[in-house]
């Protein structure tokens, strides 16, 4: 399994560093996703793909619409682009997203996890008022014992659920939540939640994890063993993508960074070359952060654009009335 | 019979009565619905008409018992599919205005005078006319029997045998509940409680779970519906809205996701408006209040009692606080 990921990520030097890149081996390929909320456009990524047992960071300013394309990705929002029996857009420019060979246009959000894409939650999901073990245990798929009838015969699933809570108790140990386990989750730090539901996401054994903001929130000493998982994890040929804020940690463990800026893809590559991108610059402080604000030719420049943009917004919303 | 005493009396004997075992029934539905799924169902008394309804006429028109029991069940389950699938998308607290309104129309539909002569219009169905094929499967020979201080018919129109089959519908149901509230069946419910996103991203089909949970439920009023309606007469107009805030009360004075929660409040529930009852009329001067208007008093009491306990007790007598709060 190793090589699996080493290739992987011998695969993606070849790769150019290019917004909507094509690469080698894609778990995940989306084009056209769109998402407005009335004139504002969320997300609007004309392709993108990402590479097989690699992590992937996506980073941007807050606002960059981050975890709305998580949202949409894994089918608990519904794209604007997405194709509709009358009127939509046309087929070439329509949202379609294909994760793993499966076009993922029409899954729910509970299918998309079958299908091996679990997520986690910006805000964390911790079921507060289940004990963590029972977290645990919820996260863990195909379970028989969650057939109505079948529930009803212990004999049936018993065999299951001890292999289940010996699965459990071995992720709780890892993320040292092992002492907490009869604790209820509601009882546990931000941080810990946080923990607990990505030791829950992985009770399913995803084909791809989806993080959003992992570590806002872990105390640092725990962010390092964090971040030994999150690799052990790409060792084991799961496929990481996640959201994150901590620049020291997308520098450290991604093999590859996603930019996002005003919901578009503006950069792509590896950590170490994509932060010196003039996109991903100008995103995080502004296109002119460099230059001095004193100047008069720039001064011009600010009041000509302005006009421009006004005359845009209306276009975007009549876009969506239509 | 000395005035307490006979208080005392009363509460046992009503303690014992099939009503209550009925109300525990549809009250262990409603639990289903609200303390293990978060579902709020205010309802539940149209799910106990539809069952009575179901039975009553289909042994009125030459059914046999079981099949006529058969009847009620499905009639219920159609009925939480017909509620369900389109409200079970939106969040809880539309749900609670549908199953009210649907509950209603049940009961107009049931009472409306076109259908006179199916289900006896607000008039309702005497229990004579489907009471018979139930009473004719009692093994317990003629006569009366006394336990204890009780004695009744041994089967007769409110005797042992509604008692004991009552009490033992209870005994089944509640372990049928326990037996899938212990299993990864329950803790998929437990967790759409909380947080359906949530729920949702681990793989589980939320919507499917609560239908089930609201069927299941369903399927529990419309047995305490035809337990109710057996040693009493089906009237549509006492199984309304009121109906369905004794099993709220009732549920939640024993404390909602227990298992013998729902049971002992349904018993708490009766013997003690009976005791308010009795002791108002016992020690409240009949210039002040007669002994209708005690009557009064009580079921005014019952109401008190539900907001009190909603604010200062949510989980009830049984329940656990920190797994139950009205906020999740």
Redesign the interface.
């Known amino acids: 399994m190793p090589d699996l990921s080493t290739n992987s990520r011998a695969q993606l030097a070849q790769v150019e560093a290019v917004p909507g890149s094509s690469k080698p081996d894609p778990i995940l390929t989306v084009d056209n996703i769109t998402r407005r909320f009335g004139g504002m456009t969320a997300v609007d990524v004309a392709h993108v793909e990402v590479q097989r047992g690699v992590i992937t960071a996506l980073i941007g300013p807050n606002g960059a619409g981050k975890t709305t394309f998580f949202n949409l990705i894994t089918g608990f929002d519904k794209p604007s682009s997405a194709p509709k029996l009358f009127g939509g857009p046309s087929r070439a420019l329509a949202a379609k997203w294909v994760f793993n060979g499966r076009n993922m246009g029409n899954v729910g959000a509970s299918k998309v996890a079958q299908l091996g894409m679990v997520r986690t939650f910006q805000l964390t999901k911790a079921l507060s008022k289940l004990s963590v073990l029972q977290n645990m245990l919820l996260g863990a798929k195909d379970q028989a014992g969650e057939n109505f009838f079948v529930a009803l015969i212990k004999p049936l699933w018993i065999a299951q659920e001890k292999a289940n809570t010996d699965k459990a108790l071995e992720l709780l140990e890892r993320f040292k939540l092992l002492e907490k386990k009869d604790d209820l989750a509601g009882s546990l730090s931000g941080g810990q939640k946080k923990l607990l539901e990505m030791a829950r996401a992985l009770m399913s054994d995803p084909v791809m994890i989806m993080l959003d903001e992992p570590m806002a929130g872990v105390n640092p000493a725990l962010t390092q063993s964090l971040l030994g998982h999150i690799q052990a994890l790409r060792d084991q040929g799961t496929t990481v993508l996640f959201v994150e804020h901590d620049m020291h940690m997308v520098r450290h463990i991604s093999d590859w960074v996603i930019v996002m800026a005003e919901g578009q893809i503006v950069a792509e590559g590896p950590a170490e070359t994509v932060m010196s991108n003039k996109a991903v610059i100008d995103a995080y402080l502004g296109a002119h952060h460099d230059t001095d604000l004193g100047d008069d030719s720039l001064l011009d420049e600010g009041v000509s654009q302005t006009p421009e943009k006004v005359t845009k917004d209306p276009k975007i919303d009549q876009e969506t009335h239509s | 019979m000395d005035g307490i005493t006979k208080i005392l009396y009363d509460m046992s004997a009503i303690a014992l009565s099939p009503a209550t075992a009925a109300f525990a029934i549809a009250a262990i539905g409603l639990n289903v619905h609200f303390g293990y799924t978060g579902l709020l169902n205010m309802g539940q008394a149209g799910f106990m008409l539809i069952g009575a309804y179901g039975f009553a006429i289909s042994v009125m028109n030459g059914l046999p018992f079981w099949l006529s029991v058969l009847v009620a069940i499905a009639a219920s389950l159609v009925f939480a599919l017909i509620l369900g699938i389109p409200t079970l998308k939106l969040r809880g607290d539309y749900l609670a205005i549908v199953t009210i309104s649907a509950a209603e129309i049940i009961r107009m539909v049931g009472r409306s005078s076109v259908l006179n002569a199916l289900t006896g219009g607000s008039n309702g169905i005497t229990g004579n006319s489907y009471r018979d094929p139930f009473n004719s499967l009692s093994p317990f020979p003629d006569g009366q029997t006394t336990i204890l201080w009780f004695t009744y018919d041994n089967t007769g129109v409110n005797g042992w045998w509604i008692r004991i089959v009552g009490w033992s519908l209870v005994a089944i149901f509640a372990t049928?509940v326990w037996?899938?509230m212990?299993?990864?069946?329950?803790?998929?419910l437990?967790?759409v409680?909380?947080?359906e996103?949530?729920?949702?991203?681990?793989?589980?089909?939320?919507f499917s779970f609560k239908l089930?949970s609201l069927a299941?439920g369903g399927f529990l009023g419309a047995m305490g519906g035809v337990l109710y309606i057996l040693p009493a007469s089906l009237q549509p107009d006492s199984m309304g809205r009121s109906m369905t805030f004794f099993i709220w009360t009732a549920l939640l004075l024993g404390g909602a996701a227990t298992i013998f929660g729902p049971v002992l409040g349904s018993i708490l529930f009766f013997a003690l408006r009976i005791a308010v009852q009795g002791l108002a009329g016992l020690f409240i001067p009949s210039s002040i209040m007669n002994s209708q208007q005690t009557e009064q008093f009580s079921w005014i009491m019952v109401g008190v009692a539900l907001m009190l306990l909603v604010i200062f007790r949510p989980q009830g007598v049984l329940g656990n606080k920190?797994?139950l709060s009205f906020n999740?």
């Open positions: 049928f037996l899938l212990r299993s990864p069946w329950g803790r998929v437990r967790g409680r909380e947080d996103d949530a729920v949702r991203s681990l793989g589980k089909n939320v089930q299941l920190k797994e999740a």
